[in-house]
């Protein structure tokens, strides 16, 4: 008889649960209140000018089966809609979207290019070169010549260039056959992202400086590189032998030493 005594009323229960539950929904409805709808924005996902290069391409990795290549065909198709560039897609998503819906984004990385890994060094060397070691850097001439090779001998190069001075590189090299990609920002801040990309290509092409031959090494595949870039006395030949960095498949195209031999005494 005591127990009952002391225990709270049912009226009493039901009165504490409901303003529990009261008090529960009140306080989620200010929380989720906080939170943006999807509505609230637009949802055109666009990458800014600081983010975005300029010139290129958009391409995705395939990943998963049916249902997730669904989801990176559609999300890569809106962002190059959105941004204005052209997209291709991998041969694997190629193969299992095909058979099912009428895609229109083409695979042509997939089996057609040839990645061709661009270093131009310039930075501090446009002075120390010639005044230094009384040499040359790469022109826009070398660099013709050195795509040219490629576009001879592959059937669709993507030269992919990267540089410490990329306005000098959109300035200097012809990129009207669409098939000439600027990595990057050209800012001497990122030379790992660099490094890592170059590597990745099939072929490589170099001026000077150590990092482009690394660069190569790793790379594999042919090699373009500037040969003769300083003049015979130049004391430039006593920290650096070309036939100990040059592997010997590699092929050299000679620098324009002309300018050189003007500021030469």
Known sequence: MRFWTTCPSFSTIYFLFVLFMASTIFHCHQRLALV??????????????????????????????????????????????????????PAQMHSMLAPIFRITLPAKWAWQ??????????????????RVWKGVLADRGYLRQALDWFRARYR?????????????????INSSLRDVV????????????????????????????????????????????????????????????????FLPEWVGIAANLGQARENSP
């Open 36 to 89: 943006p709808t999807p509505w609230a924005s637009s949802g055109r996902v666009v990458l800014g000018p600081r983010d975005l290069p300029q010139g290129g391409m958009f391409t995705i990795n395939s990943k998963g089966r049916l249902g997730n290549q669904m989801g990176e065909y559609a999300t890569l198709y809106a962002l190059a809609k959105v941004n204005g560039r052209p997209a291709f897609i």
């Open 113 to 130: 290019a040839t990645f061709v890994g661009v270093h131009v060094r310039r930075g501090d060397y446009v002075h120390v070169m010639p």
């Open 156 to 172: 669709s190069p993507v030269f992919v260039v990267t540089s410490d001075d990329m306005a000098w590189c959109r300035q200097n």
């Open 182 to 245: 600027f990595a990057g920002s050209g800012r001497q801040g990122s030379p790992a992202k660099d490094f890592a990309l170059l590597t990745q290509c099939n072929h490589t092409i170099i001026t000077v400086g150590t990092f482009g031959i690394w660069a190569a090494y790793l790379a594999g595949g042919d090699t373009v590189y500037l040969a003769n870039f300083t003049l015979p006395d130049s004391p430039f030949h006593m920290i650096f032998k070309p036939q100990a960095a």
